[in-house]
């Protein structure tokens, strides 16, 4: 899977690149059927209306050929449309969390095999999160009210994330940023940022205010020998010492 996926803007651009692409071939060709019709008209109308039935035949099967030649192009602009709107929703459930709209951990896993090279390991930043009061807020309002919880955290953790790395949910309340070349101005940054949408959706009390705990991880320092060992270092601190960011 191509790393452009994990990336919202260029997962829609993806989609909607093809079928823009196609509508203007359609609209040119339509444009330049026009065109020539027009410039030609004349001797169209001379041929068409010619005596030689010869020529009425030419001109019957050349109309025949260029209508044929018109619906297949809305049939394949049609069927093109269909394909990339079914091509868009299998691609939403082998690799899109459902409820979030945000990579799942198919594609948090292939995220990590990725990492895994000599060439990228070495400065790989971690951070794996969850949302602190999850638990409290399925026992007061139910799985729904828990739900919308998670949305709108995904929603800000994409749209912070996008510009530092890759984000995912790698299962039901853990959260992951993976981030290349990443010092620690990059993490601290990233959680800088994060906080301050965090903060911002709480005073805005547009639904249960966020608490999110993490635990994050610098290669560079830790210098571990694979993504795998990092990653399992970054879970036993979010377990034993989490921060609070909130």
Known sequence: MKEDFYSRSKRANVYNS???????????????????????????????????????????SIAILVLIVFLSVIIDFFILKKTTNIGYKLN??????????????????LLFDSFNTPERLPNTGFIVMRINNLSDVNKNTGHEGGNNLISEFCYILE????????????????????????????SDMFLLDLTKRIRGYNELALGTPLEIAYAGVLNSVEKKSGISELISFAYKKLKDAPQILS
């Open 92 to 109: 939403r459930l082998a690799y899109l969390d459902r409820l979030t709209g945000i990579p799942n951990r198919y594609s948090c896993d």
């Open 18 to 60: 093809i079928f823009i692409y196609k509508a203007a071939s359609l609209c040119v060709l339509c444009v330049a059927t026009v065109l020539l019709s027009y410039v030609c008209r004349n001797d169209i109308t001379r041929f068409a209306f010619s005596e030689d039935p010869t020529s009425r035949r030419l001109f019957i």
């Open 159 to 186: 749209d912070v994330g996008e510009k530092y790395g890759y984000v995912g949910r790698n299962g039901g309340n853990e959260f992951i940023t993976l981030i290349e070349n990443c010092s620690d101005t990059d």
